[in-house]
């Protein structure tokens, strides 16, 4: 049914929605974000734990980078993730007493090409890091801002998110956030097992971890003096 229902053009939600209306109750769980699940259970990463250690290596204090000006490009508009990682970068910013620029924060797809439309304007705008939404759009971030003859790090801090095969082999390294796929596959396996024999279940929370290589400095003396 589900699979018909797939090929008839239906989403995760209406399917959901209709199986619900029906009252056709199948064990079911969303990964890596909130959502209206057939039984509404979630497994999901700590997206403020995101914005708040990401953000935290970029600030002023000394044993950090020094970073006050940081850009953000975000997933798809009209995406709950993508609102959730904004939530979080813009309290993240509020809690360290940075600034939050309207003309430094954009969306795109999660897709190399997106960079193309950001970069040049916020390094105009006095950026000197950029927080990008994928480690796919912060590959594009780096290839323009060498393209614009600018150094990825000592010009530009680049961090991305997802932490995947590609990350640790450009040039520089990427610094990015790792989203821990095994623990979400335990979850997802404990959450349907625990629905299958109709144990109770809650919340699930994992919390992903930066990992720092070389795409991220402390901000240069020139940029410092001009902030």
């Known amino acids: 049914r589900i699979f018909a229902m797939t090929i008839d053009g239906y989403g995760p939600y209406q399917i959901a929605s209709k199986l619900k209306e ?30 708040s250690s990401t953000i935290c ?3 002023e204090k000394r044993e950090y980078l020094g970073h006050k000006k940081i850009a953000f490009i975000n997933g798809s508009l009209f995406s ?3 609102d959730q990682r904004q939530e979080a970068f ?3 910013m509020r809690d360290a007493g ?15 090409e997106t960079a193309q439309y950001y970069v040049s304007n916020f390094i105009a705008a006095g950026a000197t890091a950029i927080l990008c939404g994928s480690d796919a759009i912060a590959k594009g971030v780096i290839s323009e801002c060498q393209l614009h003859g600018f150094n990825v790090p000592n010009d530009i801090s680049v961090v991305g998110f997802d932490d995947v095969k590609f990350a640790a082999a450009l040039t520089p390294p990427l610094t990015t956030v790792r989203q821990e796929c095994n623990d979400l596959g335990r979850c997802a396996y404990i959450i349907l097992n625990s ?3 109709h144990i109770p279940i809650s919340r699930t929370q994992l919390r992903p971890r930066l990992i720092e290589r070389e795409s ?3 901000v240069s003396t020139a940029h410092a003096a001009e902030e």
């Open 90 to 92: 813009e309290n993240s």
């Open 195 to 197: 629905l299958i024999h």
């Open 98 to 112: 940075l600034e939050i620029y309207p003309e430094l924060m954009g969306h795109g797809y999660y897709i190399p």
């Open 57 to 59: 290596n970029l600030l």
């Open 216 to 218: 991220t400095a402390r």
């Open 22 to 51: 029906e009252k056709i109750l199948i064990p079911s769980a969303y990964l890596a974000q909130h959502g209206e699940g057939v039984n509404k259970n979630k497994t999901f990463k700590d997206v403020y734990g995101w914005g």
């Open 80 to 82: 709950l993730v993508s």
